[in-house]
């Protein structure tokens, strides 16, 4: 009875309950305010670029965050967790990395990158030591909606992706 009793206690707890993977969020517009979250949680990630272009003809600007592993190299599968969230008195967009310490773009590079922005009036970035996130301000012009979703790395390293859409 023992041997029986000690058989059913070695076999996997996890056996009897299937593991669950949810599907990442897809795409949402924010107008006014509202937050939105993706990605996956891990060990660590790396800001590797930030890449902006824009078309002005249609009012659309995009801005492209590319994230890598913790030594900086390419990722493949989900970017890390990452936050989203439109305020609206004044309007900012307000997007948080977490476990996220390293960036490989600084704030004067970000700066320069952003300068020519229809969308955006201004730009902040900070690394938080404490929680190992990177959290990136940009203050932008009225009216703007925001749309956010996350691309799997597959050839290349994955992406988070901002549309900045004026109108």
Excluded at 29 to 50: N, R
Excluded at 128 to 134: A, C, E, G, Q, R
Excluded at 144 to 163: L, M, N, P
Aim: with cysteine; proline share 5%; net charge positive.
């Amino acid at each position: 009875m023992g041997c029986l009793l000690s058989l059913l206690l070695a076999l996997p707890a996890s056996a009897a309950i299937p593991a669950k993977k949810s599907n990442p969020t897809g795409p949402k517009i924010l107008s006014g305010k509202g937050e939105l979250y993706g990605g996956l949680s891990g060990t660590a990630f790396t800001l590797l670029d930030v890449r902006r272009t824009a078309d002005k003809g249609k009012k659309v600007e995009r801005l492209v965050f590319d994230v890598g592993d913790a030594n900086g190299g390419k990722m493949k599968g989900w970017p890390g967790y990452f936050h989203a969230e439109l305020k609206d008195k004044p309007q900012r967009l307000v997007l948080s990395f977490s476990q996220m310490p390293v960036s490989l773009v600084n704030t004067i590079a970000l700066n320069h990158r952003m300068k020519d922005s229809y969308a955006i009036k201004a730009t902040a970035m900070s690394l938080d030591p404490v929680d190992s996130s990177l959290n990136l301000t940009m203050d932008l012009k009225q009216n703007t909606k925001v749309r956010v979703y996350q691309v799997a790395g597959k050839k290349s390293t994955s992406k988070v992706v901002v549309d900045l859409l004026a109108e």
